[in-house]
């Protein structure tokens, strides 16, 4: 009596017949899966795809350690720092969003709708290009040029995605049951202590699965640092694909491939952590549920 | 100010003409990607499920660049050549698909068990129950998950700009990094940013609409 899974509203277990015809069209969809991969393989073949020579180019030795490990460790700096200023950003604006002040409030809503409207590439290289033309430059900040392109890629996705992370943290306090607050008001905490102590400590694990997988997003994001050429994977594998024409898709290939292995393993931590802490909040209904019924008392 | 400024709204229109028809023709292709995907996702068949996981999983995971630089600056590699627009419709349509396909995954698996029950105790088959009682319902509840996905597709179409497609963020960067002296930079920064910001508010406009009009009470 096995059920096939949660999703499968559409069907329950099925019987004898029906069980022989899922089988049937389980060997089937293999066969033509497997028919368009044999295909796929065998005209991959013919323009010599897997030679070698093709592989081992963009993978040897010395270009590993001059592309592929410095361009990596850009990447993951890019996304370290950009997380940073995403979460302060987020947490700074996301709390101006649910201030009781108005004017804080429609300031930050300003900025989360204007900076979620914009596209990211524009955010990054509109700064970086126009970055003299108004008098003022970073130059005098004493930045050299690779520590200049990596300033206006994290700020860009710093500003960027925390609009988007102020917008969770938003949705986060909101979701939670206000009898929560109210509560805390109820034994004499101030707006503050309420926020510090009852709110937050709640509306953070609430919020956290959707943090983390902005900051995939995030991840995948640095890639656009192409735009304002800083030296990150993809920049790289273009670079390796200029020296070796013969073995420009593969050396994307293994660029994407790094990207998915980051992206994949960052966003299992987010499945492990959902799973953590899915039962340590209030459940809203059943708060919802409780303040009727000590309102109808 | 304002030198050549009929010029300068003149490339920003073009801009944004593409930026359009980039996005509706790739979203429409997305569309049709989503749907396959989120019917092989409900599918009894587990092959149908495992190939579209891998599918919705590789999408989700390497960046729209990567994927856009594969199939330009790849694929002819292989042999397979096409004009820059092609491939910006491909990439754009295969990435945003994967989303609309678990986006419509999750509208599906929104419907309680007991629709699904129901169709299926009057007598209905797994086409039939899928057609007339779930995916009507499932379609309202993922118009604003749609509309979200429909902007950042706005946002995301900038990144053709890479491959050489002429829209809106490559009319502007042309604009300024050509014509810095004829041109006033402001703007040209200030007429892309409220051209985004129109289009996108134009999107959330109707998606609001669209969902006010679709409420149904079960």
């Given amino acids: 009596m096995s059920r096939p899974q949660e999703s499968t509203v559409l069907f329950d277990a099925l019987g004898p017949r029906g069980r022989m015809r899922t089988r049937w069209a389980s060997i089937i969809s293999i066969i033509v899966l497997a028919a368009i991969a044999a295909f796929a393989v065998w005209k991959l073949a013919a323009e010599s795809f897997f030679e070698q020579s093709r592989w081992i180019n963009p993978l040897d030795a010395l270009i590993v350690e001059t592309t592929w490990i410095p361009d990596l460790l850009n990447t993951l700096t890019a996304f370290a720092l950009g997380s940073v200023g995403a979460l302060l950003l987020g947490v700074v604006v996301g709390f101006g969003r649910v201030s009781k002040n108005p004017v804080v409030r429609f300031l930050s809503m300003i900025y989360v709708q204007f900076f979620r409207a914009i596209p990211l590439l524009l955010l990054i290289w509109i700064p970086f290009t126009i970055d003299g033309a108004f008098g003022f430059t970073t130059d005098t900040l004493g930045f050299d040029v690779e520590g200049r392109r990596l300033t206006f890629l994290v700020v860009g996705l710093a500003v960027y995605n925390g609009a988007v992370l102020a917008e969770i943290m938003r949705s986060g306090i909101n979701a939670l049951p206000p009898g929560q607050a109210m509560a805390g008001y109820a034994v004499g905490l101030r707006h503050g202590q309420v926020m510090r102590i009852i709110v937050l400590p709640q509306a953070m694990r609430n919020m956290l699965p959707a943090v983390l997988a902005q900051l995939v997003i995030l991840l995948k994001d640095t890639a656009l640092g192409y735009v304002i050429t800083y030296p990150e994977l993809l920049h790289g594998a273009q670079n390796i694909g200029r020296d070796y024409a013969q073995s420009f898709l593969q050396a994307l290939l293994i660029a994407a491939f790094i990207y998915f292995v980051l992206a994949y393993a960052l966003s299992k931590v987010v499945v492990l952590v959902e799973r953590r802490i899915s039962r340590k909040t209030a459940s809203s209904s059943k708060a919802v549920r409780h303040v009727e019924a000590v309102a109808s008392e | ?218």
């Fill in chain 2, 1 to 218: 100010m304002f030198d050549n400024f009929d010029l300068m709204v003149a490339a920003l229109w073009d801009g944004l003409f593409t930026t359009i028809w980039v996005t509706l023709a790739s979203f429409a292709i997305a569309l049709v990607i989503g749907a396959i995907l989120a019917v092989m996702h409900v599918s009894p068949a587990p092959p149908a499920r495992w190939a579209a996981n891998a599918y919705t999983q590789t999408f989700r995971n390497v960046p729209l660049l990567a994927v856009l630089f594969i199939l330009f600056f790849g694929f002819p590699k292989i042999g397979i050549s096409a004009e820059n627009w092609v491939w910006a419709l491909v990439g754009l349509g295969t990435y945003t698909g994967a989303f609309v396909g678990e986006t419509l995954r999750s509208g599906i698996n929104s419907i309680p068990l007991g629709q699904a029950e129901a169709a299926r105790s009057i007598g209905l088959t797994f086409g039939q129950s899928l057609s007339s009682v779930i995916l009507p319902q499932a379609f309202r509840s993922v118009i604003a998950p749609i509309g979200t996905l429909l902007t950042a597709l706005v946002k995301n179409s900038a990144l053709v700009l890479a491959i050489g497609v002429p829209e809106l963020s490559a009319q502007a960067q042309r604009l300024i990094n050509d014509n810095r002296d004829r041109f006033d930079l402001w703007a040209v920064i200030i007429g892309v940013l409220i051209s985004y910001l129109i289009v996108n508010l134009i999107i959330s406009y109707f998606v609001r609409l669209a969902e006010k009009r679709a409420v149904f009470v079960r």
